[in-house]
């Protein structure tokens, strides 16, 4: 997202103008300021350590919450906001613009913070961290962190409203009840921090308090590296794909594009939709089982031909069933093309015995074989292919896939990104790729 939105540059520097104003009370604040710049520093240092080139993955920005917590429950609420401003500034930034993101970060996590604080304090909070009653101590930190990440999520909804032009309806959705878990644990381990600051043994036996952060870091770190090599595996297969039939390059990521974008159209939770698009760009991985002379093959297909290439979504399917994360996706290869009157291949299922996932994708591949072009046939102007799509939809189609697919187009239009040689092809928008298979072009 290098072109930020003017509205999302608008609506940054609002947020960043809010956060000033939270902090400008702090020359007449008298605190123990050592406290606020220890706690600054290993916040900083935690999260400059989680996003460096050594750890071998990029880490979510929450990773060390525990000690902005932690300072919300010690300090005034603009010390404590001042904590999270060194680590959000200082921070590693993979993507452009990067000043504009670490302002962002900086600003929302300092009104977090503030909120977090003013919250804990107007409920009693200090004293009972003070005097290590740890009852009654829970009750105000528990209020507070909710504050905390409801703050963050309202943030982070108009951000994607915004930048990411996620419809107003859906900006927020999820948001809350996704960061409520595990930030609670965060907040947790913030006042174990808070409690053992105040009592004798100090900041040091606080801050050991992290260690057990850093435990479930190295876990994150393992599952982080083991869905790495998943997704390698599969661009390996989609490379593969693409190099065997030249003429559909780009076609898998333009089918997970499109079926992403049905996918967010019906109100699927993230975590489906990211199935969903995986789904799309596997769906043809069963072609390397197809001989290379069928696929490339300029005039029409013998029967006996069809019948070898209608083989490919079972060979796709006995190639991703061993993936386990893959989920429903890999139901959605096997019968990605079904039809709804039950006259598909390979089961010949109908309606509602086609999973969902299934019915999502072939719409998204049947759009993209219209809109790209091929040996025999050039491509058609996307309101073309819509409309064919609706005059299919009830026979060959879900009519719900189908209108999702034209409401997103309408939102969003088509504009995927590609990384292949169809940037060149009239009608292919230059990199992301979904492509139907051949019997249903030719059809």
Do not use: N
């Not at 932690?70 to 906001?81: G, M, Q, R, S, V």
């Not at 299934?358 to 998204?364: I, K, L």
Request: aromatic letters at 6%; charged letters at 20%.
């Amino acid at each position: 997202m290098e072109a930020v939105p003017a509205r999302a540059r608008t609506y940054v520097a609002g947020v960043a103008v809010a956060a000033l104003l939270c902090l400008l009370p702090l020359p007449q604040l008298r605190t123990g300021w050592g406290a606020v710049a220890l706690l600054a520093a290993v916040y900083a240092g935690c999260d400059r350590l989680a996003r460096s080139r050594l750890a071998g993955i990029s880490y979510p920005a929450g990773t060390f919450y525990p000690v902005l917590l932690a300072a919300a429950f010690l300090l005034p609420a603009p010390a404590a906001a001042l904590v999270a401003v060194p680590g959000a500034l200082l921070s590693r930034v993979e993507q452009r613009p990067f000043l504009l993101r670490r302002v962002w970060r900086a600003a929302q996590l300092v009104l977090g913070v503030w909120v977090a604080a003013r919250v804990h304090r107007a409920l009693g909070g200090p004293g009972a961290v003070g005097a290590g009653d740890m009852p009654y101590a829970l009750g105000p930190a528990a209020v507070a962190v909710l504050a905390f990440c409801l703050v963050l999520a309202l943030l982070d909804g108009g951000i994607r409203a915004t930048a990411e032009r996620v419809p107003v309806r859906r900006a927020w959705r999820g948001l809350l009840p996704r960061s409520l878990a595990p930030v609670a644990v965060h907040g947790l381990a913030g006042l174990m921090i808070a409690v053992l600051w105040r009592s004798p043994y100090g900041p040091v036996a606080a801050l050991l308090v992290l260690l057990p952060m850093c435990v479930s870091w190295w876990a994150f770190a393992q599952y982080h590296r083991e869905r790495a090599a998943h997704q390698a595996t599969i661009r390996a297969l989609v490379q593969a794909v693409d190099i065997k039939d030249g003429y559909t390059r780009g076609h898998s990521e333009r089918v997970g594009h499109a079926s992403m974008m049905i996918a967010r159209e019906l109100g699927m939770d993230d975590e489906r939709i990211e199935v969903i698009r995986f789904a799309g760009i596997l769906h043809d991985v069963g072609k390397l089982g197809v001989p290379t002379r069928i696929l490339t093959k300029d005039g029409p297909l013998t029967p006996d031909e069809r019948r070898v290439i209608e083989l490919h979504p079972e060979y796709g399917h006995e190639m991703v069933r061993g993936i386990s994360f893959l989920g429903e996706a890999r139901a959605a290869v096997l019968h990605h093309h079904e039809r709804l009157d039950g006259t598909g291949y390979p089961y010949g299922l109908a309606g509602g015995q086609i999973p969902e996932s299934a019915r999502v994708v072939a719409v998204a591949d049947a759009f993209d074989a219209m809109t790209s072009t091929r040996s025999y046939r050039r491509a058609r102007p996307v309101a073309a292919a819509l409309a064919e799509l609706q005059k299919c939809a009830g026979r060959q189609f879900d009519p719900r896939m189908v209108t999702a697919l034209v409401r997103a187009l309408g939102r969003y239009g088509w504009r995927p990104a590609v990384t292949s040689d169809d940037a060149r092809t009239p009608g292919v928008p230059p990199p992301a790729p979904p492509f139907p298979s051949r019997p249903e072009a030719r059809r």
